[in-house]
């Protein structure tokens, strides 16, 4: 039997962390997705065993304060995509807003630093999301568009395909084709 999840990426952070912080018996405050301030001076040890933890774990602590607003970009874009009722409103005026900086500022620097641009990884995060959805065989493909907020399903089958190489409906076909190979065996 397969069961097909859907994280609340918000809540699984802040819960996972609050469980491997809570080890070191330090006092710290989760203050966002994937911002944790320590209500204390920790020794340069005990940031090393917190670090080597969340490291192994594929949680890395970032320092540099460019980084750090980029990984904020990032956190802000997988958090308006997959919410449930996402806003219907521009990510440009989304992003300035949640971060308090001019879109033009949070685009130079997201581009300087990943090589790529916030749209990009918009889009990518939105075909990541129209996977699930699709694996999920809850929606059709008008209605996850819809829920992406794609002008059309032409639109949303453009940037898949442009994205994964395949068009939805063939990916729709290859997990049919796997569903119905698990349910034989």
């Known amino acids: 039997m397969k069961a097909f999840l859907k994280f609340d990426f918000p809540i ?20 966002g997705f994937g911002e944790v301030e320590f209500l204390e001076n920790l020794s340069s040890e005990k940031l ?12 890395e602590v970032i320092e ?3 980084s750090i607003l980029v990984q ?3 956190d802000a874009i997988v958090e308006m995509v997959f919410q449930e009722n996402a806003p219907n409103i521009k990510s440009s005026v989304y992003l300035s807003e949640k971060l ?46 819809f829920q992406l907020n794609y002008s059309s399903v032409a639109h ?14 063939a990916f729709q076909r290859i997990i049919a084709k796997r569903r119905e190979l698990a349910n034989t065996k």
């Open 156 to 169: 949303l089958s453009t940037q898949f395909k442009n994205t994964t190489g395949i068009t939805p409906s």
């Open 64 to 66: 540099n304060q460019k």
């Open 100 to 145: 308090n900086h001019s879109y033009g500022y949070l685009s130079n620097l997201f581009s300087e630093v990943t090589y790529t641009s916030i749209e990009n990884f918009i889009i990518l995060q939105k075909i990541e999301l129209a996977k699930q959805l699709i694996v999920n065989n809850k929606l059709t493909l008008t209605e996850i568009a």
């Open 12 to 31: 699984l952070s802040k819960k996972f962390l609050e469980e491997k912080l809570s080890v070191f018996d330090v006092k710290f405050n989760i203050t």
């Open 48 to 59: 090393e065993e917190i670090t080597n933890l969340l490291n192994s774990y594929g949680v």
């Open 72 to 74: 904020k970009i990032k």
